[in-house]
């Protein structure tokens, strides 16, 4: 009996110690937000979120998307991104009002788990041009071919309606959250991403063959902040920005070449020229777009150099219009340039070569201030005179003279300065 209240004792006593051995590990989740358009700025974060993930032994990532599409290229890599993630990838379309279209179909297709806040919508996944412009058939598609196998092999490998996400790239079908779960579009309708990730540990996720359960009180949750890069890099691969950029770059070299050293408008020009063309050479830019907006400087720097009457500027102008309107290609609903910003950017753009023009000639009809030309106008006294030619006196000094008439000068005469040729002046009588 001894023996058997020691036993019962040391039983009792390790009970606590292996209860907290047994205590649950917090099961650690990273929050990231895509906003936008998909661009390479997307591929980054996502990029850097799953390797906070690896970094933190993250076992979720959870992404709270919201965007018109995109980037072609773009969207591929990061569906390939999510595909081939060591963690599963979470996809939460929200807030209410958010928007899955277009590049965000597919992003949501290759997620582990899709789900959607009340009031969002997903579709509409058809190819359309920058600006809303329809392509040729043709190239429609070819490339409808290419983005429907994607889609197909997508959706199937996570067992989602394959039929429907065919149909939002062939007819660009679109349809609220509670049809997209209806419809096995999406798994759940969430209200914000922690209902989403009660009923994730609810229901389970299978990842890798292992059935992945937690409860909403073990969960931790890590907000993932993009840095200065990715903020930068953003506002720098909005198409319109892109065009301003490129625009304003234009601006401040004409009017560095209109007043050479002036410094200030060539730096900045030259510093937003860059920038416009780094952007534009990551977006889907037509070389004979921006050609031809590019040509319209050499037009405008040689209206300021030769007469022709403003034909320069006009073709300027034409110039302008054409290349901005095909200025990008055709993507995957990303956001291009509307046409009141061209018209703005257009009538900024001649009141700025309007202006220069004015002052060019403006400067032109000024009478000038320095070398020999002041002399032309002005009135001399002549000292000595013989036939044709003798000595004047202006601005304190004595200079050669001649007269194209058969004029008899005497000292002391008044005379009017007509023409300077060298060191020689020609004069007339003040009285002619």
């Not at 277009?102 to 959607?116: E, L, N, P, R």
């Not at 890798?208 to 890099?233: S, Y």
Request: charged share 15%.
């Amino acid at each position: 009996m001894l023996w058997t209240g020691i036993v019962a004792c040391c039983v009792l006593a390790c009970a606590p110690a292996k209860a907290s051995a047994q205590k649950t590990e917090p099961f650690s989740v990273v929050y990231a937000e895509i906003d936008g358009s998909i661009s390479p700025a997307q591929v980054d974060l996502l990029e850097d979120s799953l390797a906070e993930c690896e970094k933190r032994q993250a076992k979720m990532l959870l992404l709270r998307l919201d965007t018109p599409g995109g980037l072609g290229e773009s969207m591929r890599k990061m569906v390939r991104l999510i595909l081939n993630s060591k963690v599963p990838v979470v996809v939460w379309v929200g807030p209410s009002g958010a928007r899955a279209a277009s590049a965000g179909v597919f992003i949501v297709a290759a997620s582990a788990v899709a789900a959607m806040s009340p009031q969002s919508t997903i579709g509409a996944a058809s190819p359309v041009g920058l600006g809303g412009k329809n392509m040729d058939k043709t190239m429609a598609e070819k490339i409808k071919n290419d983005i429907l196998s994607l889609i197909r092999g997508t959706a199937a490998a996570r067992n989602r309606n394959v039929s429907w996400y065919v149909e939002a790239v062939e007819k660009s079908v679109s349809i609220t959250a509670s049809e997209a779960v209806m419809l096995q579009v999406v798994e759940l309708m969430a209200q914000d991403p922690k209902d989403l990730l009660s009923q994730i540990g609810a229901r389970g996720l299978k990842w890798k063959g292992e059935m992945l359960r937690f409860q909403a009180g073990d969960v931790e949750w890590v907000e993932f902040k993009p840095g200065v890069r990715h903020r930068i890099l953003s506002w720098l691969l909005d198409p319109q920005v892109a065009y301003l950029l490129l625009l304003g770059g234009m601006a401040g070299l004409f009017f560095e070449l209109m007043t050479p050293g002036a410094i200030l408008p060539g730096v900045v020009g030259g510093m937003c020229l860059l920038l416009g063309l780094y952007a534009l050479s990551i977006l889907p830019t037509n070389a004979a777009g921006l050609l031809l907006i590019l040509f319209v400087l050499v037009l405008f720097v040689l209206e300021l150099k030769i007469t022709s009457y403003g034909l320069l500027s006009i073709a300027g102008l034409v110039c302008f219009f054409i290349g901005s309107t095909i200025l990008f290609r055709f993507e995957y609903g990303m956001a291009g340039l509307p046409l009141s910003t061209i018209i703005g950017a257009g009538l900024v753009l001649a009141a700025a070569i309007g202006t220069g023009v004015y002052l060019v000639a403006k400067a032109h009809s000024r009478k000038p201030s320095l070398g020999l030309e002041t002399l032309i106008g002005a009135e001399a006294e002549v000292r000595a005179w013989e036939d044709q030619g003798g000595q004047v006196f202006v601005h304190g000094e004595l200079w050669a003279a001649r007269t194209k008439g058969s004029f008899a000068f005497k000292p002391q005469d008044k005379v009017l300065i007509v023409a300077v040729r060298g060191l020689v002046l020609t004069v007339e009588p003040e009285s002619k």
